[in-house]
C-alpha cells in the first residue's frame, strides 16, 4: 500500500549547524512532495514543495531534494536555529487527483541545542 | 491573500454530547475543503473533504460527519462523542486545482 515515511522520529542538532531530515516514500506514482513544519499546539504551516520533474528545489534557508530512484524526499534546514524546533512532515500526493489529498509521513522532530 | 479559520480552538465535552466544529477560509472561491485529525502519535489522518457546497467524501467510518453548507464553510459534527473522539482536529483548505494544503490552526477536543 502507499505509506510515506521518516528515517529517525527524532533528530538533535546544535544550533547554527544544517538539518537533514529524510523521508521515503513508496508511491511510484506520486508526483507532488511538500514539507510541512508543526509546532507544538499549532496547525502545520507549509514550507516548500516539489514536483517529480524536478531533483532540487531552495527556498529561504531550506532546500528540498527529491530522488526519484530510490523514492526519497529530503529537507535541508541550513543554520538551523532555536525557531526551527518543530514537528517536520512530509506530505505525497498524484497529480491525477484534483482533491488534493495527501499522504503524511509520520513526522520528524527537530530539536535545536542553543 | 488567503486565510482559514476554525473554532473553537479547544473543547471539553462529556461522552455522548454532540459536537459542531466549525471553518471558514476567506480571499477564495471555490476551495477544496478538509477536516484531518492528529491524534498523539503526530500523525494526521484525513477524515472529510469536500470540493464543493454539499459534496462531502468520508475516508474513513468513524463517529463523526461534515457538511459544508457554504461555498467556504466546513463543519465537522457529532451527534454522541466517544472517547476516542479526543485529538486535534484541523481544518485544511487547498485551491480547485488541489495539491498545496494549507491548514488552519487546530483545535483540541478532549471527551471526557
Known amino acids: 500500500g502507499e505509506s510515506v515515511g521518516l528515517h529517525l522520529p527524532t533528530l538533535s542538532v546544535q544550533e547554527g549547524d544544517n538539518s537533514i531530515i529524510n523521508c521515503a516514500y513508496s508511491?511510484?506514482?506520486?508526483?507532488?512532495f511538500i514539507w510541512y513544519k508543526q509546532e507544538s499546539g499549532k496547525g502545520p504551516q507549509f514550507i516548500i514543495d516539489?514536483?517529480?520533474?524536478?531533483d532540487k528545489r531552495q527556498g529561504q534557508r531550506v532546500t528540498v531534494l527529491l530522488n526519484k530512484t530510490v523514492k526519497h524526499l529530503s529537507l535541508q534546514i541550513a543554520a538551523t536555529q532555536p525557531g526551527d524546533s518543530a514537528v517536520y512532515f512530509c506530505?505525497?500526493?498524484?497529480?491525477?487527483?484534483?482533491?488534493?489529498?495527501?499522504?503524511f509521513g509520520q513526522g520528524t522532530t527537530l530539536q535545536v541545542k542553543p | 491573500s488567503q486565510t482559514i479559520h476554525q473554532w473553537p480552538a479547544t473543547l471539553v465535552q462529556p461522552v455522548g454530547s454532540p459536537l459542531s466544529l466549525e471553518c471558514t477560509v476567506e480571499?477564495?472561491?471555490?476551495?477544496?475543503l478538509y477536516w484531518y485529525r492528529q491524534a498523539a502519535g503526530r500523525g494526521l489522518q484525513l477524515l472529510f473533504y469536500?470540493?464543493?457546497?454539499?459534496?462531502i467524501s468520508s475516508e474513513v467510518p468513524q463517529n463523526l460527519s461534515a457538511s459544508r453548507p457554504q461555498d467556504r464553510q466546513f463543519i465537522l459534527s457529532s451527534k454522541k462523542l466517544l472517547l476516542s473522539d479526543s485529538g486535534f482536529y484541523l481544518c485544511?483548505?487547498?485551491?480547485?486545482?488541489?495539491?498545496?494544503?494549507?491548514f488552519g490552526e487546530g483545535s483540541w477536543l478532549t471527551v471526557v
Open positions: 485544511a483548505w487547498s485551491g480547485y486545482s488541489g495539491n498545496t494544503i494549507y
Open positions: 508511491n511510484s506514482a506520486s508526483d507532488y
Open positions: 516539489i514536483r517529480s520533474n524536478m
Open positions: 506530505a505525497e500526493s498524484h497529480g491525477s487527483s484534483n482533491t488534493g489529498k495527501l499522504i
Open positions: 480571499g477564495t472561491s471555490n476551495p477544496n
Open positions: 469536500s470540493v464543493g457546497i454539499g459534496q
